[in-house]
């Protein structure tokens, strides 16, 4: 505890959000978590948090008063930077601006009219967009856009590369390449391909099948648990036996009936990584749970820094507790996009 005597702290002064700036926020509020909505910084306080007005939220039924609020500043950014025009693929991952604000979703769907289906992880729905609703999805990183406009980030790269950086770079591929045959002595298939893994979209689940769960507990969102399928219990849910967690009294493995919303096939095992990169989405293993992060740093190896957006935590992880990201949607497995990559 600071001593009374310490001075008053000075108004946060981030050049990025001066009061008058035009800055989106982030949601915290249960069912929106997640989603960013465009205002204006009204004025910074004393204790690194900002006043912001909302443009398209208002205080009053009529919509004649703007509503106000306090947050703190990793709930702010600035308005993210968007291509005049751009042709979306398939499985890229987009920011759609549904209900007044900006949603992170996946698209999984590119259909003919030119309107693109969006699967957004967080309600587990899939919505259909018109590309004047989508943009490439971005992370304000360190002060920057990552990635920056297309066009504009190999030439800041190649600005700041050296050939020491790149002797650095592969020495640790190296080290990264020895690593695995270490561990893998057998034949590892063909994974460079983008397309996802088919699996049929009414698979329904077997007894005895390797399955992960998920939860919409406070603390526990995004997560995924191992479990076993113990058997169906009635239309759309089944009895599941968790892999690691276990009964208060630690006398067995817990079971639940869970409905078909929250199971998912075990991800398969075809995709192994030798490194993963900056800015990588990738599932981590925490607290007996898989949780989907975004690689912040890549530390010497076999350690990663992971930040967890949700949470609004960084942790450091060893390369086998990470697995490359994937979702099931539609009855495929569904790689994340590379557009996030350096």
């Known amino acids: 505890m600071p001593p009374k005597s310490t001075p008053k702290s000075k108004p946060n002064q981030n050049p990025h959000f001066k009061p008058g700036s035009k800055v ?26 900002f006043i912001v007005e909302y443009d398209k939220l208002f205080e009053d039924e009529e919509g004649t008063k703007p509503l106000q609020e306090t947050v703190n500043e990793f709930q702010i950014r600035p308005i993210a930077p968007r291509e005049k025009k751009r042709e979306f693929k398939f499985s890229e991952e987009v920011d759609a601006f549904h209900n007044d604000g900006w949603w992170e979703g996946v698209i999984t769907e590119v259909n003919e009219d030119g309107n693109f289906a969006v699967f957004f992880r967080s309600t587990k729905e899939q919505i259909e967009f018109g590309e004047e609703d989508l943009r490439l999805h971005r992370e304000w990183v360190n002060g920057a856009w990552k990635p920056t406009l297309e066009g504009e980030e190999e030439e800041e790269v190649k600005e700041k590369e050296n050939e020491g950086s790149r002797n650095k770079r592969k020495l640790v591929e190296e080290e990264v390449t020895k690593e695995v045959k270490r561990r893998v002595n057998k034949k590892v298939p063909d994974t460079t391909q983008e397309k996802p893994i088919e699996s049929p979209k009414d698979a329904k689940f077997s007894k005895g099948m390797l399955v992960e769960v998920s939860s919409d507990e406070d603390g526990f969102k995004g997560a995924w648990f191992a479990a076993t ?67 912040s740093k890549v530390n010497t190896f076999p350690k990663y820094s992971v930040f967890f957006k949700d949470s609004n935590e960084e942790l450091e992880f060893q390369h086998s507790d990470l697995r490359p990201h994937q979702d099931w949607i539609n009855g495929k497995w569904v790689t994340p996009s590379k557009a996030l990559k350096l």
């Open 229 to 295: 399928i113990v058997e169906p219990v009635g239309k759309d849910k089944y009895l599941i036996e968790y892999q690691t967690l276990r009964t208060e009294d630690d006398s067995d493995f817990l079971r639940e009936e869970i409905d078909t919303v929250h199971i998912r096939p075990h991800p398969p095992q075809t995709i192994i990584i030798d490194r993963f990169k900056k800015l990588e989405e990738v599932d981590a293993l925490y607290n007996d749970a898989w949780w989907v992060g975004v690689v």
């Open 24 to 49: 989106e926020i982030m949601s915290e509020e249960e069912g929106f978590r997640g989603s960013f909505y465009t205002g204006t910084v009204v004025k910074a306080t004393r204790t690194s948090k």
